[in-house]
């Protein structure tokens, strides 16, 4: 598991322990990958991307209530909701599900019933019953069926967020209040018998009728008897006994009977005191459980808002997740760009190809329409010349050489900062540029310094459809740093090479003081050898390494006599022994000064021949290295075309046709293919080797 991913389902984990209302909080990727805060949900043949969770949020592009449906990933019966998730382009990936039992919709709405007859729905947007109370009607009707009670209060459930109505249907009387508990119009119904409802009422009614009647005719006995036997002292309890009955009658149940005495009417008052407390109480009840049913209503209301709310957290999250991810593949396609660059510049010390490379590099990855790089001319450092260039029609642009005291690049020389001109507002410094603004919307020329130890030696130009964004300018200065660095190498390196050719040039000369028929001999066979392995396409360290080989290979004629040297006749058999001694003593040489394997082994090497019979190890075809081979043609054309002591100079053919003749057994047969190739095609090129003419082949 990698570290984003290992955060996601982190992240989900967490937000599953702060939202409790949640049973599982999931993201499901478009490749049915599934990111949870639980894995035990996950089952490994399932494919996630077809859950109604998914392709509906996916269809409706936000945030959606699902319908009632046994959960795949736990086998629970849940309600939910699912909102679509975007990546950095704002397309659609992967889709954030949370799923709620139904369990926990049933213990809420089982507590909100405040009558024990009272039938309590839930309702889906649609008017299909997702919940009854009763278990009777859910996932049977729809609120709209003519044959189903609610339907005459239809209308006003479906198109009204909250409401209370009166109907009547099959011969009943019903009362009915709704409200919604979700954007997605979901709604919550309680539904009364308004029959059972008065039955409640009118056995309180019944009651308190009863206990009125009773003590009426209570009263009347004893008005009766008072008549006869008592004083009209006895009628004034009998009095505030009636008014008190009646005031009760008439609702006021907190009114209580006040008789003095210890004979009957006072315990009928003290009765009817009694039972005006238990009527008001059961009021106070009622009222109570009334009022509760609202609170509960209104606990529905706020889960609802709390629900939503972490809805709305949770896409923030999301977002902000987004933009982090976003932000480090920005950082790391940056640093892409930067190993990538830097990779293409440590892979060449030539500066012609390193330059080449840069600005080919900087042009894809910038998307420019043109770019340039100008480094200053050492001797002037008001000029800036061109050393590569890369965009669109770039043979029309002719300008090798700017005087950064009068063109607009100057600016980024004199300040050492990034110079950015608008070509839609400014004045466009070259035609060419013109072209690049009406032809292809070009809009701006960012010129970026190139520096080393704080001194500015040349400049990275690059053509934009759009002004840089503070990423791309922050990219150009890494970049522009990283090509400072190597081209400061490259300078380097160039230098350190100049210097040891001329070290070896001296070395050269030595030989060549001792043997007068032999000057220039070295340095045309480093030309025709290094010719010959350019034709062969081998690379530019090989040719540079042969170029060095081709110059050293006779430095051990040092420690051979000039007597030997530069005898004007045949050798003795002693005397050649002494001759084939030069490679060895060159070997013996060279190997102390730090020179690469394969130049050493070409030096050694060079006089050995294809059937074993050269000196001084007598190596055969395929021991021999090839830069070996290659030199001993060089070194046998140039003999054959030069003066020796003991014969002219024959042509250049009568040197190419030997050369062929004994190729196989003598020299390497694709070697001596290849100058004999030369010969016919790039004839001139040996005609100005052959005449010591100058000639670079790196």
Same mark, same amino acid.
């Given at each position: 598991?990698?570290?984003?991913t290992a $955060?996601l389902?982190?992240?989900l984990r967490d937000q599953?322990? &702060?939202n409790?209302?949640?049973?599982?909080l999931?993201?499901i990727m478009?490749?049915? #990958?599934?990111y949870?805060?639980?894995?035990?949900?996950l089952?490994?043949?399932i494919?996630y991307?077809?859950?109604?969770?998914?392709?509906n949020?996916?269809?409706?592009q936000?945030l959606?209530?699902?319908?009632?449906y046994?959960?795949?990933?736990?086998?629970?019966q849940c309600v939910?909701?699912?909102?679509?998730?975007?990546d950095n382009?704002?397309?659609?990936?992967g889709?954030?599900?949370g799923?709620?039992?139904?369990?926990?919709?049933?213990n809420?709405?089982s507590?909100a019933?405040?009558? =024990? *007859?009272?039938?309590v729905?839930?309702?889906n947007?649609?008017?299909?019953?997702k /919940?009854?109370?009763?278990?009777?009607?859910?996932?049977i009707?729809?609120?709209?069926?003519?044959?189903?009670?609610? #339907?005459?209060?239809?209308?006003?459930?479906l198109?009204?967020?909250?409401?209370?109505?009166?109907?009547? /249907?099959?011969?009943k009387?019903w009362l009915?209040?709704?409200s919604?508990?979700?954007?997605?119009?979901?709604?919550?119904?309680?539904l009364?018998?308004?029959?059972m409802?008065q039955?409640t009422?009118?056995?309180m009614?019944?009651?308190i009728?009863?206990?009125i009647?009773?003590?009426?005719?209570?009263?009347?006995l004893?008005?009766?008897a008072?008549?006869?036997?008592m004083?009209?002292?006895?009628t004034?309890?009998?009095?505030?006994?009636r008014?008190?009955?009646?005031?009760?009658? @008439?609702?006021n149940?907190?009114?209580?009977i006040? &008789?003095?005495?210890?004979n009957?009417i006072?315990?009928?008052a003290d009765a009817?005191n009694?039972? !005006?407390?238990?009527?008001?109480?059961?009021? +106070?009840d009622?009222?109570?459980?009334t009022?509760?049913?609202y609170?509960?209503?209104? @606990?529905?209301?706020?889960?609802?808002?709390?629900l939503?709310?972490?809805?709305?957290q949770?896409?923030?999250?999301?977002?902000?997740?987004? @933009?982090?991810?976003a932000?480090l593949?920005?950082?790391?396609?940056e640093?892409?760009?930067?190993?990538?660059?830097s990779?293409?510049?440590?892979?060449?010390?030539?500066?012609?190809?390193?330059?080449?490379?840069? &600005?080919?590099?900087?042009?894809?990855i910038?998307?420019?329409?043109?770019c340039?790089?100008r480094?200053?001319?050492e001797?002037d450092p /008001? %000029?800036?010349?061109?050393?590569?260039?890369?965009?669109i029609?770039?043979e029309? *642009?002719?300008?090798? +050489?700017i005087?950064?005291?009068?063109?607009?690049?100057?600016?980024?020389?004199?300040?050492?900062?990034?110079?950015?001109? $608008?070509?839609?507002?400014e004045?466009v410094?070259?035609?060419?540029?013109?072209?690049?603004?009406?032809?292809?919307d !070009?809009?701006c020329?960012v010129?970026? =310094?190139?520096?080393?130890?704080?001194k500015v030696?040349?400049?990275?130009?690059?053509?934009?459809?759009?002004?840089?964004s503070e990423?791309?300018?922050?990219?150009?200065?890494?970049?522009?740093?990283?090509?400072?660095i190597?081209?400061?190498n490259a300078?380097?390196?160039?230098?350190?090479?100049q210097?040891y050719h001329?070290t070896?040039?001296?070395?050269?000369?030595v030989?060549?003081a001792? $043997?007068q028929?032999?000057e220039?001999h070295?340095?045309?066979v480093a030309? *025709?050898?290094?010719?010959?392995?350019?034709?062969?396409n081998? =690379? %530019?360290?090989f040719?540079?390494?042969?170029?060095?080989?081709?110059?050293?290979?006779d430095?051990?004629k040092i420690?051979i006599?000039?007597?030997i040297?530069?005898?004007?006749?045949?050798? +003795?058999?002693?005397? /050649?022994d002494?001759?084939?001694q030069h490679?060895?003593?060159? *070997?013996?040489?060279v190997? %102390?000064i730090?020179?690469?394997?394969? &130049?050493?082994?070409?030096?050694?090497?060079?006089h050995?021949r294809?059937?074993?019979?050269g000196?001084?190890?007598?190596? %055969?075809?395929? @021991?021999?290295?090839?830069?070996?081979?290659?030199?001993s043609?060089?070194?046998?054309?140039?003999?054959?075309?030069?003066?020796?002591?003991?014969?002219?100079?024959?042509?250049?053919k009568?040197g190419?046709?030997?050369?062929?003749?004994?190729?196989?057994t003598?020299?390497?047969?694709?070697?001596?293919?290849?100058l004999?190739?030369?010969?016919?095609t790039?004839h001139?090129?040996?005609e100005r080797?052959?005449n010591?003419?100058?000639?670079?082949?790196?």
């Open positions: 598991m990698d570290p984003q $955060d389902n982190a992240f599953n322990s &702060v409790l209302i949640f049973r599982n999931s993201i478009p490749d049915n #990958s599934v949870t805060g639980n894995p035990g949900y089952k490994p043949d494919n991307t077809l859950l109604f969770s998914y392709i949020a996916r269809k409706a936000e959606v209530w699902l319908e009632s046994k959960e795949t990933l736990s086998g629970v939910g909701m699912s909102i679509p998730l975007l382009n704002n397309k659609a990936s889709v954030l599900v799923n709620i039992s139904l369990w926990t919709f049933e809420l709405l507590n019933k405040y009558l =024990p *007859y009272a039938e729905f839930l309702v947007p649609a008017g299909y019953v /919940y009854h109370s009763g278990n009777k009607y859910s996932e009707v729809n609120v709209t069926d003519k044959d189903f009670f609610l #339907s005459p209060a239809a209308d006003s459930i198109k009204s967020d909250e409401g209370y109505e009166e109907f009547s /249907y099959a011969g009387n009915c209040s709704f919604s508990i979700n954007s997605a119009g979901w709604k919550v119904l309680s009364i018998d308004a029959q409802l039955s009422f009118g056995v009614n019944q009651n009728n009863r206990s009647m009773s003590s009426g005719i209570l009263c009347i004893i008005g009766i008072a008549s006869f036997f004083s009209n002292s006895i004034t309890p009998l009095i505030k006994l008014d008190g009955v009646k005031a009760t009658t @008439e609702g149940l907190n009114n209580r006040i &008789v003095k005495g210890d009957e006072r315990e009928v009817f009694e039972m !005006a407390s238990n009527l008001n109480k059961t009021y +106070t009622l009222v109570k459980r009022e509760e049913l609170a509960n209503n209104e @606990e529905l209301h706020n889960i609802n808002i709390e939503e709310a972490s809805y709305g949770l896409g923030a999250t999301v977002a902000q997740l987004n @933009e982090s991810d932000q593949r920005r950082k790391n396609s640093l892409q760009t930067l190993n990538k660059i990779n293409a510049l440590n892979s060449t010390m030539d500066l012609s190809t390193m330059l080449i490379t840069v &600005v080919n590099q900087v042009t894809d910038t998307e420019s329409l043109a340039t790089i480094l200053i001319n001797k /008001y %000029k800036l010349e061109l050393k590569a260039m890369k965009g029609n770039t029309m *642009y002719d300008i090798g +050489t005087d950064i005291r009068e063109d607009v690049i100057g600016r980024a020389v004199k300040t050492g900062s990034i110079y950015i001109i $608008d070509l839609d507002n004045k410094p070259h035609e060419y540029f013109m072209r690049l603004n009406k032809e292809h !070009a809009k020329i010129f970026t =310094p190139i520096m080393v130890k704080s030696i040349g400049v990275l130009s690059i053509t934009l459809k759009q002004i840089p990423e791309l300018i922050e990219l150009l200065n890494s970049l522009t740093n990283s090509i400072a190597a081209l400061d300078k380097a390196y160039e230098s350190l090479k210097s001329k070896v040039r001296s070395l050269v000369s030989v060549e001792k $043997d028929y032999t220039s070295s340095i045309r030309k *025709y050898a290094s010719f010959i392995a350019s034709e062969l081998y =690379p %530019k360290n040719i540079e390494d042969i170029w060095v080989a081709g110059l050293l290979h430095i051990g420690g006599s000039d007597s040297l530069n005898k004007p006749g045949a050798l +003795t058999k002693e005397e /050649y002494i001759i084939k490679p060895e003593i060159a *070997y013996k040489i190997s %102390k730090g020179l690469r394997e394969n &130049v050493l082994k070409a030096i050694k090497h060079h050995e294809c059937d074993g019979k000196y001084p190890d007598m190596i %055969k075809s395929g @021991e021999i290295p090839i830069m070996a081979s290659i030199i043609v060089a070194d046998a054309f140039d003999a054959i075309t030069s003066n020796r002591p003991y014969r002219k100079s024959r042509s250049m009568q190419i046709d030997e050369i062929v003749m004994h190729r196989g003598q020299f390497d047969s694709t070697v001596a293919e290849t004999k190739k030369v010969f016919l790039k001139e090129i040996l080797i052959y010591d003419e100058e000639i670079e082949f790196f």
